[in-house]
């Protein structure tokens, strides 16, 4: 027994020396297309505190407190964020199991039989056994596993921040979208009521032979067409109310809204840094470079199967007729060993693996680019839509109060006998438009910074944990 331990010492030693040896390359994050400043920054004046969107919730900036009461709702209750978080649990189990391979892993193993023939009595006989191995991450496959697993729950907790972000920004575009189209349930309330009215004079001038019938006819034509078109605009506001109890986490029948025709326009200034601040900001830019990491360490698993895998297992162990010679040294017997395995001839299949691991490295480094790509095509989109809409906005409001001024002349011309009903008819159609296109910009620039936020990250920062 003495002549044996310092052979085991040998050997263990060489495995301790061993381990710290690494296949994988060293991880550099990669180069991102560059960009100095937006192009569409153009005349934007940038909102002041620039940190605006780090402060709270930026949901808040639009002061709305239902909207604030349903975008909580969201965090705790939607299905696609509870979905996401358990994926980031799971990713983080993943990492655990990594780790655990590290170690060595011990085994206690107890028997007991009793056997005998017929006629002849019978014995017993009891084992007690433990048992323990250990891999020695000699070549860093190990090691080169956890950091895969780490870097795919960090591209996990990037996922659920996205998701989240995602979710939380399609309940602000679908209430902005309802408090838009209760804008326009109200106008059309209004129109449809002046209608009846103007139907009524009509009615009363043709009883005199004052008016034709056709007039009659156009202005029971276009009440028609006002209701027909309230009739609409309650149908599109189920459905997205509909759509916001499930992001709620809600039966439909479950959830109402109510309607709140003072609708309020507020846009808030969003703080718009330079485009490098998208890489630390922007979730979806995060999850890819972790998976460029954690290419990166398979390809280190990969390199690995060009060594052998070494092992070291050892054993304790007594046996005995009864329970008490379990504990007797003198019945104790041990054993300790070191093995390697390494494949000789697989027809170039460790070659091939690593070569796929390194393309699929290629592949994600490519997809992180293209992401920061389309992130900064984002902003752009939106940074122009917002500078837009904001000058239709103007524009539609002097076009709206122009045709309200048209159709009041029309109409006191036309009860001066000096047009017929038909440019009435055209006059008022002309109005209403006007006024819904003044809202629907109104909701537009409203649903526009809720994208431009989303695409700004919505104030997540990279490296953030749940």
């Not at 964020?81 to 780790?99: D, K």
């Not at 808030?268 to 990166?296: F, K, M, S």
């Amino acid at each position: 027994m003495q002549k044996t331990t310092p052979f085991r010492l040998s050997l263990l030693a060489l495995a301790l020396s061993l381990a710290g040896c690494t296949n994988g390359p060293a991880y550099q994050r990669p180069s991102a297309p560059e960009s100095v400043a937006f192009k569409e920054l153009e005349g934007w004046v940038p909102a002041a505190p620039a940190d605006a969107l780090e402060r709270g919730p930026w949901w808040q900036l639009f002061g709305d407190p239902v909207l604030n009461d349903l975008a909580a709702g969201v965090e705790v209750s939607n299905q696609n964020v509870a979905a996401a978080a358990a994926n980031y649990a799971a990713a983080r189990a993943a990492v655990q199991q990594q780790r655990a391979a590290l170690f060595p892993s011990v085994t206690l193993n107890v028997a007991g039989d009793r056997s005998g023939v017929r006629g002849q009595g019978s014995d017993s006989s009891y084992r007690l056994n433990l048992g323990g191995s250990w891999e020695p991450d000699v070549w860093g496959r190990l090691r080169a596993g956890v950091t895969s697993a780490q870097a795919g729950a960090e591209a996990s907790a990037a996922d659920l921040a996205a998701a989240r972000l995602s979710s939380q920004g399609e309940l602000a575009s679908n209430y902005f979208t309802i408090r838009a189209l209760d804008a326009q349930s109200a106008l059309l309330a209004r129109t449809i009521s002046g209608y009846e009215r103007e139907l009524q004079i009509t009615q009363n001038r043709f009883n005199v032979g004052i008016a034709a019938r056709t007039d009659v006819l156009q202005a029971q034509t276009q009440l028609a067409n006002a209701q027909s078109d309230a009739l609409s605009l309650r149908r599109q506001r189920a459905q997205f109310e509909h759509a916001i109890a499930i992001l709620v986490g809600k039966a439909p029948s479950a959830f109402a809204l109510a309607v709140s025709p003072d609708w309020k326009v507020a846009v808030p200034e969003v703080p718009v840094g330079v485009p490098a601040t998208l890489l630390q900001r922007r979730p979806d830019i995060a999850a890819a470079e972790r998976a460029v990491a954690a290419a990166n360490a398979e390809i280190g698993i990969a390199r690995a199967a060009y060594f052998p895998n070494i092992g070291l297992s050892g054993s304790l162990g007594t046996g005995g007729s009864r329970v008490g010679d379990l504990f007797s040294l003198s019945n104790a017997a041990w054993s300790f060993g070191l093995s390697a395995a390494q494949s000789i001839f697989n027809a170039g299949a460790t070659r091939a693996a690593v070569a796929g691991a390194e393309a699929r490295h290629q592949a994600t480094v490519a997809r992180y680019r293209q992401t920061v790509l389309t992130a900064f095509a984002d902003v752009e989109d939106q940074l122009s839509a917002t500078r837009v809409l904001a000058q239709q906005q103007d524009l539609r409001r002097q076009a709206s109060e122009a045709a309200d001024l048209v159709e009041q002349q029309i109409m006191n011309r036309y009860r001066a006998g000096q047009v017929g009903y038909t440019d009435v008819v055209q006059a008022q159609v002309t109005a209403l438009n006007a006024r819904r296109s003044l809202v629907q910009v109104q909701s537009d620039r409203q649903t526009v910074a809720v994208a431009l936020i989303q695409s700004l990250g919505g104030g997540w920062q990279a490296g953030a944990q749940p």
